[in-house]
């Protein structure tokens, strides 16, 4: 197996294992068969994730992405390609969670929950910041 295309096993395994549905539970094969809107075979998506198919089409990695909803260029395989992309994309879906839970309490609890957050933010810096004192 080629390190390309183990590239584009692991990667598309990643988003197996990493993107959820709205209730945290993992996406079946057949469902993502189904949302590519029959791009995907049964067979193919297994031999894509074994790394027994090589050099898939432009529209199966397109479907693909669409289906996980990350950048195509999520599955190139050179070396410049950033690793953060899945990670941003899956902060920017739990975000989006957050602020639609958000929306589904009072005025007060919200400001509670940014005071929480501040809280959060001044006494467990994120990586490279030093905590205020």
Avoid: C, H
Avoid at 5 to 21: P, V
Avoid at 24 to 34: F, L, T
Avoid at 62 to 85: C, G, H, K, M, W
């Amino acid at each position: 197996m080629t390190d390309t295309l183990k590239d584009f096993t692991d990667k598309l395994n990643m988003l197996f294992e990493k993107k959820t549905k709205t209730d945290g539970s993992k996406y079946s094969q057949e469902e993502v068969i189904k949302g590519t809107q029959g791009v995907l075979t049964r067979a193919y998506l297994w031999k894509l994730r074994t790394g027994r198919a090589k050099n898939p089409g432009f529209t199966i990695v397109q479907a693909l992405a669409d289906f996980f909803e990350v950048d195509i260029n999520y599955f190139r395989t050179d070396e410049s390609q950033p690793e953060e992309i899945v990670a941003k994309s899956m902060r920017d879906e739990l975000l989006e969670e957050m602020s639609l839970r958000a929306s589904m309490f009072s005025e007060e609890t919200i400001r509670t929950m940014i005071g929480m957050m501040e809280y959060v933010e001044k006494n467990y810096p994120s990586k490279g910041e030093s905590k205020e004192t």
